[in-house]
């Protein structure tokens, strides 16, 4: 009897255990994130004061525990010593439990924005300038730093002193580390480690509201590789690029601070916008072509250098590095494609052809195929130009009824590649050819016969459609890099046809890595011909991205597209505006 009782005692203790835990991680997590009040239907958010957040941590020297909660934009003193002013109807309540002994300090602002301050020790009330003043005096710095208070105008006033002493107060921020901590019973104690969420804060308002010189820009940039937040991380370098421009040195103090970022499809993203705006050259390509080097991800490696391949006419030196940089990718199918789009750059250099047959020849034996077509295409007069299938719609029909008997998948990528240079918009054509592909079982070859496919035609609807099929196969199969390499250039040639739009979008939102998603979304947004229907599918998009501050930026972009007399459009970016949950965030929706 009493082994049943003391078992049942476990089991109620384990289920308190989890309920209490549950609850007290949604309280930590609420130092990350902020729950949003509703706002009035058909308007955009315009107010400040719609968060109401709580904080909890440890001072493991005092041990003291305290608990800050507030609402609205509070401004402290320039002394960090007191509060200044707090917006209408917000207050800061900060709490102090120390072996026993309780203290409390609560400060609201009424309707007319006048402060009210009360100090409670233990359950009593006290009179807050005999004993409250004090204490908010010795505590308020610290508070501020670990809980982003007053954010925006701590920074204002050291930006009068000069930028080294923003970043003074950088390295102070950087450096505090706390714990939040949760006592359960006997049966366990949990701890969660501090966040850089205020160091994160801190950089994005100097990203977005001040204009830094080269050298202060050149040290900020040391700073952003300390973000430990990739997507974070990323969008600051993105907003960065936008904002400035660059000379050799900062080229490469912000290639630094992108090696820092050790998410992929981050690194990707940031440096197919770099070389969008400046040339690969001997200035940067040491730093470009090392970030590029230390990628694990080998289609997101291979996206970046095929738009490089595409869009730039590198120097010898430049190509030559770019050739190393092919050899170092693991898979054969994505170094084949890349070399295939390389021939016609090829010119009668002996050193670049030299440097080209050692990528060919490094490839596995079991390309044999590809490997040989390579070489026999180099060796051709023509610069390395496929030889050109004759554009007859049953000839070419016939070829891809042919292949589909093909044994390898090299022997059906070759053709295909042949087929899209005299590609045939015909029913019959279009059906054999997407047979071919998904006959392929390598996803390498097929997501890059979809690629070579789009950037060499501008197809119509009756070939999108079953290309839109051959792309969601891809997600599927978990290939999201790839797909969403497709989906970029999809872009560049979406149709006015609203159902093969919404199809598109259909399509994204089924890719789930946000940084791939909020570039796609990003690339959609620089298009001048986005319909309500449009605004209101890419608004919907944002949902799927977990990351406020990736999602903040494709609604930043959007919010001024909105016909502002268009009230379901309002509706609908208003629903999904409340769904950002950092502050900042938010308020610079709202401020725009």
């Known amino acids: ?64 525990n305290f608990e800050v909660e507030y609402r609205g934009n509070i401004v402290v003193t320039p002394d960090d010593k007191d509060i200044q002013s707090i917006s209408k ?27 009210q301050k009360e100090y409670y020790e233990g359950k009593g009330k006290k009179d807050f300038n005999k004993g409250g003043k004090e204490w908010l005096a010795d505590i308020l710095l610290d508070v501020s730093r670990k809980t982003g208070i007053s954010a925006e105008e701590r920074i204002r006033r050291r930006a009068k002193k000069g930028f080294e002493a923003i970043l003074i107060e950088l390295r102070e ?118 970030i590029i080097d230390q990628m694990t991800i080998r289609t997101e490696k291979s996206n970046v250098l095929k738009p490089l391949l595409k869009n730039q006419k590198m120097d010898k030196a430049t190509f030559l590095r770019f050739l190393k940089s092919v050899g170092r990718i693991t898979s054969n199918s994505e170094k084949g494609t890349i070399l295939y789009n390389a021939l016609p750059l090829i010119k009668n250099d002996e050193q670049i052809i030299k440097a080209f047959i050692a990528v060919v020849q490094g490839m596995s034996s079991s390309y044999s195929n590809l490997k040989e077509d390579l070489l026999m295409n180099l060796a051709k007069e023509n610069n390395g130009q496929d030889i050109e299938l004759k554009k007859n719609k049953a000839l070419l029909t016939g070829l891809l009824q042919n292949a589909q008997n093909f044994s390898t998948n090299t022997k059906k990528y070759i053709l295909l590649r042949k087929v899209n240079r005299v590609f045939v918009q015909d029913k019959d054509l279009i059906i054999e050819y997407f047979r071919v592909i998904e006959g392929m079982d390598n996803e390498f070859l097929r997501y890059n016969v979809l690629l070579d496919l789009i950037v060499n035609n501008n197809l119509s609807g009756l070939t999108l459609y079953p290309f839109l099929d051959a792309v969601n196969q891809l997600i599927r199969e978990d290939f999201m890099h790839a797909s969403g390499a497709v989906l970029r250039e999809f872009i560049k040639q979406l ?56 999602k903040s930026s494709i609604l930043l972009r959007v919010k001024p597209l909105i016909d502002k007399n268009d009230s379901e459009s309002i509706f609908v970016f208003n629903t999904f505006a409340k769904k950002i949950e950092l502050e900042y965030e938010f308020n610079k929706i709202a401020d725009k």
Not at 39 to 50: G, R
Not at 89 to 115: A, T, V
Request: aromatic share 12%.
């Open 1 to 64: 009897m009493e082994k049943i009782i003391k078992s049942k005692l476990v089991i109620i203790a384990f289920i308190a255990t989890i309920l209490i835990f549950g609850q007290q991680t949604s309280l930590w997590a609420i130092s990350e994130t902020c729950a949003l009040l509703e706002t009035p239907k058909n308007q955009v958010p315009d107010s400040l004061q719609k968060y109401t957040k709580t904080y909890k941590f440890i001072n493991n020297d005092s041990f003291e």
């Open 89 to 115: 109807n917000g207050f800061i309540k900060i709490s102090m439990s120390s072996f026993g002994n309780k203290r409390r300090i609560y400060i609201y602002s009424d309707s007319r924005g006048k402060l």
């Open 173 to 290: 921020i950087e450096e505090i580390r706390f714990e939040n901590q949760t006592n359960i019973w006997i049966f366990y104690n949990t701890k969660t480690k501090y966040s850089q969420n205020v160091y994160y804060l801190y950089c994005k308002i100097i990203t977005d509201n001040y204009r830094l010189k080269k050298n202060e820009l050149y040290k900020f940039l040391k700073n952003v590789a300390h973000i430990s937040s990739n997507s974070t991380k990323a969008t600051i370098l993105r907003n960065i690029l936008d904002k400035y421009k660059f000379d050799k040195r900062l080229m490469n103090a912000f290639l630094f601070a992108t090696t820092s970022l050790s998410y992929n499809t981050e690194r990707g993203s940031v440096l197919r916008a770099f070389q969008a705006k400046y040339k690969i050259n001997e200035d940067n390509s040491d730093a470009y072509f090392r």
């Open 495 to 550: 149709p006015e046809d609203e159902q093969i739009r919404n199809s598109f979008f259909e399509t994204v939102d089924k890719i789930d890595l946000n940084s791939t998603r909020e570039e796609l979304l990003r690339n959609v947004c620089m298009r001048d011909d986005l319909s309500k229907e449009d605004l209101i599918n890419i608004i919907k998009a944002t949902d799927g991205i977990d990351v406020d501050v990736e």
